[in-house]
C-alpha cells in the first residue's frame, strides 16, 4: 500500500519526548493525511542538537523549544512567525493563556511560539516548623520572611538545633533571578546591549540575598545539603523555591508522618503587591522556517495545544498546562499544591529576551557565591559583573550600532 | 638503442601516485578543516555569525588573549593537568604491571588474560559510563560498599569537587590501559630470553632482572607509551562528559570540554577554535620535551 500521507518531523525532548508519543496516535486517526514521525532527544544534547541541525540544514518541521532559547533561534531567522497562524485560526492573540509566558514567545512584536507546557517556581514550606514559631500563614512579603527567618533561627539556637529557616543555594541563578525581576527586573540596559547589575533595582535584590547569607538564614556552599529531601524532612531547612515537579518528588520522598507538614505557596513579594512575581519558565513549539509542511505542522501544533490535549498532557507528566481553562479540569483541582502555582502564573514577569542571557545568569551564578562566602561587597561584585556582561554583549553592542548607522 | 622505462624504479612520481589517494583524503578531512579552524580563530564568529556571514569580524589575538585572562582557561588547564601528570603514569604503570603478569612464564591462560583485560577498550565508553556511575554511587555503590570494610565512611565520588577528578582517572585508566599492554606484551616478547639467562647465571634475582634487562630492553617502547598516552589524555572529553558534565564546580573540565562548551553550547566558535590551538601547542611543547629527554638518555 501506498503511503501518501505527508510526514512532519517533530524534535521532542527528554520525558517530554517519550511521553507525547501516547497523543499522537489520536492526531493521527483525526487527521489521516499526516503521519508524525517523532525524535526523541535528550535534554543534555537539545541545544547542541538544534545549532548543529541549523547550520547543517536539517532542522524539523516542529520543535519544542525552552522558552528561553526563543531568542537565540529567533536572531538565527530559523523560527517561522506565528502571529498569522494564529490570526487565520480566529484567535486574536492567545488570551486564554498566561500572559506573562505569551511574552517570552514574543521577540519585536513578532510571535515565534506557542507554550506547550509551563514552569514557574513557589516557595514550599513546613507548616509545622512556621506554625512552631507563631506563624499561621506562609510569608507574603520579603520583609515579613525575614521576620519569621529571624524567630525560626533563634528559637533553633536555643534549643541547639541547626536549623537554617530558607534554602536558596550558591549554585542555582533561579532565587536571585527572582529577587531581580521583583525589584523590577532593570538587569540590561541600552536595548539589552549593557549590564545594569550594579543599577539599583538589581542591586537591592543583591543586597537582600547576601544578606541572607550573612545572617545564617540560608547555608552557603553546598556540601551541607547533600540530600534535599532529607534536609527538608529533617527541618534542616524548611522554605525552599522551587518547580513544580518537585510536588512528586517531595509526596514519595518526604516520611508519611510528615506529609501533612509541608505546603506550597506563591513567592513572597519584595513590595507589596501579593503574590511577588515569579518566571516565566517553560516549553513552546515552534515551526522552523525551512519546513516544507508548515500548515500540517500547525495543525500538529495546534491539536497539541488545545485544552484537552493540555489536560492529556498534564496527567501523563504532571507539566503544567498554560492555557487557563485547562486549570478548571478535575485532576488540577484536586492537587492541593497545584493552587499556588495556579496563583503564581497570574503573576510572571519575563525575562530579557536576548541570545546571551543563559550565559549571564549562569555566570551570575559564581558571582552569588563570591558575594555569598562575603570574599566581595556587593557594589565591588556587581560592578565587576557589569563589566563582565558587557564584554559578553560586545558583539550585540556592534550589530545594534551597525543597524542604527545602516540604511 | 636501449628502451628507457618510463619511470625508474625509486622515481619520486610513482610514489606519489601511490600515497595520492590518502594525501587527498588527509587534505580533505585534516588539512583543510585544521587551516580553516585555524582561521576561525582569529575571528569572532558566533551565533550571530551564524545567522549572517555579515556578522564575522577579524580580531586579530583577542581570542587567545581572553582565553589567557579567563581564570575558567586556568582552571582548566589545571584540571587537565592534574589528570595528565596523574592518570598518564598510573595508566603507564598499571599496563606495564598487568603485562609483565600476563606475559609471565607462570601465568595460565594467557590469551584468556589478554582478552579480558583489552575488553574494556572494545567497549563503548557511555555503556561503561552506566556501570561506573553505579560503582560510584554514593549509598548504593559497588565502591563505598567495598570502602565499608574498611571503615571508609561513604564517598560521593562524582558530587564532591576533591573527589571527581580521582573518580575520573580511576574509569581513564581502567578504561585504557589493556591497549598500552598488548603494546608492553609485544615488547616483552621481543626481549630475547638468552639476555635474562645470562643475567640469571651473573646472580641476578627477579628485581634486578627488571631493572637491568626488562627497563632498558622496553625502553624504546615506554617512549612511544608515554608519549601517545600524554597526547591522549590532554585530549581528556568523552570520560567527563558522560560522567560529570564537567561539574562538580568545575573540577572535571578539561581544556577539551570547555572548547566543547564554548563551542558547540554557546556557539563561540572563533574562541573555542583558539582553545583547541592553545592545546595543541601544549601537547606539541609536551611531546617535545618527552623526545628531547629521551634523545638526551641515548648519548
Known sequence: ??????????????????????????????????????????????????????????????????????????????????????????????????????????????????????????????????????????????????????????????????????????????PVIILGVQAGGHFLKDGNTRGNFSGKEFTRAFSFLTSMYRDEYSPTGMSLITNLYNSFADGLICMYITGPWNIGEFRHRIPPALQDAWMTAPLPSLDDQIPGASLPLGTSLVIFRASKH???????????????????FYRITGNLPPRQSAWTDSSLRANVYMRAFYDQLQRVDPLPLI????????????????????????????????????????????????????? | MTLRPRYRSGSPAVAYLFIAPALVAIGIFFVVPIVAAFMMSFTDFDIYALGSLTFVRFVALENYLRALDAPLFWQAIRNTFYFVLVGGPLSVAVSLGIALMVNSRLARFKSFFRTIYFLPVVTSLVAVAIVWRYVYHPRAGLLNYVLSFFGVSPVDWLGNPDMAMPAIILLAVWKNFGYNMLIFIAGLQNIQDDLYDAARIDGAGVWKQFLNVTVPMLAPTTVFIVVITVIGYFQLFAEPYVMTQGGPLNSTLSLVMLMYEQGFRWWSMGYAASIAFLLFLIILVFTAIQIFLRRRALV
Open chain 1, 1 to 174: 500500500m501506498r503511503d501518501d500521507r505527508v510526514t512532519i518531523r517533530f524534535w521532542a525532548f527528554g520525558n517530554e519526548g517519550e511521553n507525547v508519543q501516547a497523543l499522537i496516535p489520536e492526531f493521527e486517526r483525526d487527521n489521516p493525511g499526516i503521519h508524525v514521525m517523532t525524535q526523541q532527544i535528550p535534554w543534555t544534547a537539545a541545544h547542541e542538537k538544534l545549532l548543529t541541525g541549523f547550520a547543517g540544514d536539517a532542522t524539523p518541521d516542529v520543535c519544542q523549544l525552552g522558552n528561553t532559547w526563543i531568542p537565540e533561534f529567533a536572531v538565527l531567522n530559523a523560527l517561522e512567525p506565528l502571529g498569522t497562524y494564529v490570526t487565520i485560526a480566529g484567535e486574536s492573540g492567545l488570551p486564554d493563556f498566561f500572559s506573562g509566558v505569551v511574552k517570552m514567545n514574543v521577540i519585536d512584536s513578532t510571535l515565534y511560539g506557542i507554550p506547550w507546557y509551563v514552569d514557574t517556581r513557589v516557595l514550599y514550606y513546613r507548616k509545622d516548623i512556621l506554625g512552631d514559631a507563631g506563624f499561621s500563614r506562609p510569608p507574603r512579603t520579603w520583609a515579613e520572611m525575614l521576620r519569621m527567618c529571624q524567630v525560626i533561627k533563634t528559637r533553633a539556637k536555643s534549643r541547639g538545633i541547626l536549623r537554617y529557616p530558607i534554602f536558596l543555594p550558591t549554585n542555582e541563578w533561579v
Open chain 1, 294 to 312: 508548515k500548515s500540517e505542522a500547525w495543525t500538529f501544533i495546534r491539536f497539541l495545544t488545545a485544552r484537552q490535549q493540555m489536560v492529556n
Open chain 1, 355 to 407: 541570545p546571551e542571557w543563559e550565559q549571564v545568569v549562569i555566570r551570575l551564578q559564581q558571582y552569588v557565591e563570591l558575594a555569598a562566602t562575603g570574599t566581595k561587597t556587593v557594589d565591588e561584585t556587581l560592578h565587576e559583573f557589569d563589566r563582565e556582561v558587557d564584554r559578553m554583549l560586545e558583539k550585540r553592542r556592534w550589530i545594534v550600532e551597525q543597524h542604527r548607522a545602516g540604511p
